[in-house]
């Protein structure tokens, strides 16, 4: 549950990073029926978390894609979510990266919450127990994951997947 934190660590400092725009697909993939996909929401508290969906359709005419979430579900609880979404929403899931032993503060990185990934950078940690602080700027919160619920952050741009240097 994305909960803020009712303190900072001690000696917190946050890092500055440049954006926190999603990157767009340039050119736009096609997807077709059947595939698994990546849809970034646009919605107002929602901004720049990506939901785990199947293709069920493409709208040629719109340029657009019905989906159906993995974790996302009708109001009232029974089927999953389908929703019409814009091709610019929709990017390939990233590679499955083997996670790294560890994550360092600064390394941005996708966090598993609320039924989406939400990027965000590591600002503390606790080997012993295996968890990291994780700051999310666009929200000015911090939140404590477990290294399972973390996975490097990728971008997706001009067709091709890149990570940080270290990764």
Avoid at 114 to 123: F, L, P, Q
Avoid at 124 to 129: A, F, I, R, T, V
Wanted: hydrophobic share 35%; charged share 25%; glycine share 6%.
């Amino acid at each position: 549950m994305m909960t803020p934190l009712s303190s900072k660590p001690k000696n917190f400092k946050v890092p500055l990073i440049s954006s926190t725009s999603p990157k767009r697909l340039t050119p736009l993939m096609a997807f077709n029926a059947g595939d698994f996909v990546e849809v970034c929401s646009k919605e107002e508290g929602f901004l720049g978390s990506y939901y785990e969906a199947t293709v069920v359709a493409k709208i040629t005419r719109n340029n657009q894609y019905v989906v159906e979430y993995k974790t996302l579900v009708e109001d009232d609880l029974s089927v999953p979510l389908r929703e019409v979404v814009a091709a610019d929403e929709v990017r390939p899931p990233p590679p499955h990266e083997q996670p790294p032993m560890r994550f360092f503060c600064g390394d941005r990185v996708d966090a598993f919450d609320n039924d989406g990934w939400w990027v965000g950078t590591v600002c503390g940690m606790n080997l012993d127990e295996e968890k990291y602080y994780v700051y999310f700027e666009l929200f000015m919160v911090g939140i404590t994951y477990h290294s399972s619920k973390l996975r490097v952050h990728q971008d997706w741009n001009k067709g091709k997947w890149s990570t940080s240097s270290r990764y």
